[in-house]
């Protein structure tokens, strides 16, 4: 089981789940309208570190992060 | 040295702290930048969200990467809401000389504009509004939608 979670304005709650890539997430979250639009925009980090590829490998336990497009300062 | 408060920044304090930590470091240059909510559309006031693990080392890669220069970074951002003419954010460099700290105050200026991650909403009517428009992705965002 991995974990997703939605950062900043995205308002949703953690989810959990069996993926074992990235490529596995993306297509669960494919299927929730709501996240059309932050799947497009987002950066994606594992463990709290930013990935580039769909084909990275999860393991039990780990963090998914959804990062919507940001504004500090 | 990076720094989150809840709330409005105490500037004087934070600037004042800040130099008297270095004073006596043998910088030639003090450079800090400090970021103002400004009265602009009709909002009250500014409000943030910060995701501290990858803020943190976003921030401590570029420590590592501007100590070989002998340059060193400071920074201070806040948590929820900032109103109008308060400071949200401020960055400082400290470095021998001043062309190191000028170059270096305005690369990481400009980079943690692109890559920090901290959400701004206006404080606008009484909501809290996403400011998507003034917002920037993320390098390598869109990669669930196959769009990298």
Redesign the interface.
Same mark, same amino acid.
């Given at each position: 089981m991995i974990t997703v979670e939605f950062l900043g304005p995205i308002q949703k709650p953690v989810l959990s789940m069996e993926a074992s890539t990235l490529r596995e997430v993306a297509e669960v979250l494919k299927q929730d309208p709501s996240l059309a639009e932050w799947i497009e925009n987002c950066a994606v980090a594992v463990n709290d570190t930013l990935v580039g590829s769909l084909d990275t490998l999860l393991k039990e336990g780990d963090k998914v992060s959804l990062l919507p497009p940001v504004c500090g300062g | 040295m990076l720094e989150l408060h809840n709330g409005a920044l105490n500037v004087p304090e934070i600037l004042a702290r800040w130099y008297a930590l270095e004073a006596s470091s043998n910088y030639g240059a003090y450079i800090p930048f400090v970021?103002t909510v400004r009265a602009e559309d009709a909002i009250e006031g500014l409000s +943030?969200?910060? $995701?501290e693990?990858?803020l943190t080392?976003w921030f401590d890669a570029w420590v590592a990467k501007v100590a070989p220069l002998g340059a060193v970074l400071k920074m201070a951002?806040s948590r929820g809401d900032v109103y109008l003419h308060e400071s @949200?954010?401020i960055a400082a460099v400290f470095s021998p000389k001043r062309r190191v700290a000028l170059e270096t105050i305005d690369a990481f200026?400009e980079d +943690?504009? *692109?890559?920090?991650?901290?959400?701004? $909403?206006d404080l606008k009517n009484g909501q809290r509004l996403? *400011?998507?428009d003034? @917002?920037? *992705?993320?390098?390598? *965002?869109?990669?669930?939608?196959?769009?990298?």
């Open positions: - | 970021g +943030f969200d910060v $995701y693990p990858i080392s951002h @949200s954010y200026v +943690f504009k *692109a890559s920090a991650p901290i959400w701004k $909403y996403y *400011a998507l003034r @917002s920037t *992705a993320i390098v390598g *965002a869109g990669l669930l939608g196959g769009n990298v």
